[in-house]
């Protein structure tokens, strides 16, 4: 044991030594750090505009009369809400306690982020069926309209990309739980 | 403490830690510094929810080691048979005994990136100087399994560097 433990010694001397890397590495990286930083802090902020912008077009809504629309838009700009709030809690996967922990967590939120995808596709659905009942047919000339189908049509590929990434992510968190599970004893 | 100082400061202190840990688990050194900008993004993001139930240093290995297994997974490259990275070897390669002093090194990353992934988790937190019951909180088992674990990781070192020399 006595030897084992003075093997250990000298590997982490060695180990310790230095690393892999030059020494300025961590300051190009972290100079690097800075504009992802930016870039989060930047969507972020641009999520709350959003926010704003959507709710000063619910208010514009109701106050023209259009109750209809306007509640659906109040239904969309909920579940875009709680999207956010799920999305901000992210952060505290880095918190939990041991890795099989952080997995467990990780593989929670891609199957969440799964059931988020499916209830965005249900309110796409929704809005394409609001979006026709409101055209005015025939088309020609319905700029509202084509509007309307660019922007459902630009969210429903976003949302297919993030159903792949997110697929992607279970499989890989399914994986490695069971790596894990399988080596606890 | 201001968030920004406290994340630089820890960086600083931190990044020969990570970068030693991307490299066990990442040969190449450009994969390996994306993965270390990950897990420095990674720390940034959940440093506001550490709250000290463990040391910093627990909290950063613990981030590395799972980004550094998720990075793995996702490159579909669980545990991987590793020659020596000469990468890993300084191009500029300094003479007589600090050349040896680096070659060696980078033997010994190649040897441990050569252990299956259960024996190179221990052995790398061993090695960045976790106490066993620290190493035992970061991977969920127990600290008698830890000890079995670094014991046959110790043995495998053993075995490739005695294959290495014999060779």
Known sequence: MKDESSDWSSLKAEWRAGTPEDAA???RLRAS????IWASRTWFVSELVSFV???LIIVQKFAVGETFVGGWLSALAAVCVAGFVWARRARHIGATGSVPGMIDLSLGRARQGLRIVYGSY???AMLLVLALREAEW???GDDRFLARIAWLAMSAATAIVYHLVTLSRLQRFESLQ???RGRQS | MNPKSEFDDLVREHQSMIARICASYESDRELSRELMQEVLFAIWRALPAHRGESSLKTFVARIAQFRAISHVAKHSRLPVEETIDDSL???RAPPDAEAIAVEERARLFAAVRRLPLT???PAVLLLEDLTPAEIAGVLGITPDLVAVRLSRARALLRSFFGARNEG
């Open chain 1, 25 to 27: 590495l961590g300051a």
């Open chain 1, 33 to 36: 750090l800075t504009w992802r």
């Open chain 1, 53 to 55: 912008l959507l709710g």
């Open chain 1, 122 to 124: 249900l309110v796409i």
């Open chain 1, 138 to 140: 025939p088309l020609d």
């Open chain 1, 178 to 180: 069971r790596l894990y």
């Open chain 2, 89 to 91: 070897l300084d191009a």
């Open chain 2, 119 to 121: 024996y190179r988790e």
